[in-house]
C-alpha cells in the first residue's frame, strides 16, 4: 500500500523567498511520484513527476523536486516565489511498472505569496 | 497531452435526486478515472472506468451509488444516486496516458453540492 504526508497544510512564503513545500511518502515497491497544483476554481495541473529515472526532477514554472529513497522524500522547490505560485499543491504517489495507475494523495498544501 | 471537458462544471441539487457528470477526452486514452475532493481533503479514488466493462470500484464505494459508463475511449459518465448533503463535493474526471501510463491528466471538476 502506498501512502502520502505532506508537512504542513498552510505554507506562506514573501515574493521572491525559497519556496520548500514537504512530501513524505511510504510505499512497499519502488514508486512512481508527482506533485500537481490546482489553482483556484481549476482542476489539477501536473507540476512535475518521477519515474525511476533522474532523481531531480524539473517541472513547470520553475518547480523542482528532489527524490530521496533513504528519506523517503520527495519535497517541492522553487528558488523564488512569484504571486501566480499562489495556490493548492498535491503530492502523489502509485506503484511503479504495471498496469495499476492509482494515485494516492496527500491532503495539500495551501501556498500563499506575500507581496 | 490530453485535454478533458468534464460537464457539468457545477450544480446544485436536491436531496434524493441523482445527477450525471459527463467526461470527454480529445484523444483516445487507456485509462480514465472517477475521483472526488470532498471539501478541505485531498482527492480520492471512486473507481476505473474500464471500456466495455463494468467500472473497478475502490474500497468504499459501490455501483449502485456510482454508476459508470464508458462506451468509448474517449467518453465516460460517472452518475451520482439518491444524493444527500455528504456527496457534496468536486468531482473530478482523470485520463492515464504515456508508456506506463505515467502522465496523468485531470478534467476542471464538477462542483456538487446538495441541498
Known amino acids: 500500500a502506498q501512502s502520502v504526508t505532506q508537512l504542513g497544510s498552510h505554507v506562506s512564503v514573501s515574493e521572491g523567498a525559497l519556496v520548500l513545500l514537504r512530501c513524505n511518502y511510504s510505499s512497499s515497491v519502488p514508486p512512481y511520484l508527482f506533485w500537481y497544483v490546482q489553482y483556484p476554481n481549476q482542476g489539477l495541473q501536473l507540476l512535475l513527476k518521477y519515474t525511476s529515472a533522474a532523481t531531480l526532477v524539473k517541472g513547470i514554472n520553475g518547480f523542482e523536486a528532489e527524490f530521496k529513497k533513504s528519506e523517503t522524500s520527495f519535497h517541492l522547490t522553487k528558488p523564488s516565489a512569484h504571486m501566480s505560485d499562489a495556490a493548492e499543491y498535491f503530492c502523489a504517489v502509485r506503484r511503479s511498472g504495471g498496469s495499476n495507475y492509482k494515485l494516492t494523495f496527500g491532503k495539500g498544501t495551501l501556498l500563499t505569496v506575500n507581496p | 497531452s490530453a485535454v478533458i471537458s468534464q460537464k457539468p462544471s457545477r450544480d446544485i441539487c436536491q436531496r434524493g435526486t441523482s445527477l450525471t457528470i459527463q467526461c470527454q477526452v480529445d484523444s483516445q486514452v487507456t485509462m480514465m478515472f472517477w475521483y472526488r475532493q470532498q471539501p478541505g481533503q485531498s482527492l480520492t479514488l471512486i473507481a476505473t472506468?474500464?471500456?466495455?466493462?463494468?467500472?473497478?470500484?475502490e474500497s468504499g464505494f459501490v455501483i449502485d451509488k456510482f454508476p459508470i459508463s464508458r462506451p468509448n475511449l474517449t467518453f465516460s459518465t460517472l452518475t451520482v444516486s439518491n444524493m444527500s448533503p455528504e456527496d457534496s463535493s468536486i468531482y473530478l474526471c482523470s485520463v492515464a496516458n504515456g508508456t506506463v501510463g505515467e502522465k496523468l491528466f485531470f478534467g476542471s471538476g464538477t462542483q456538487l453540492s446538495v441541498l
Open positions: 472506468a474500464n471500456q466495455g466493462s463494468e467500472a473497478t470500484y
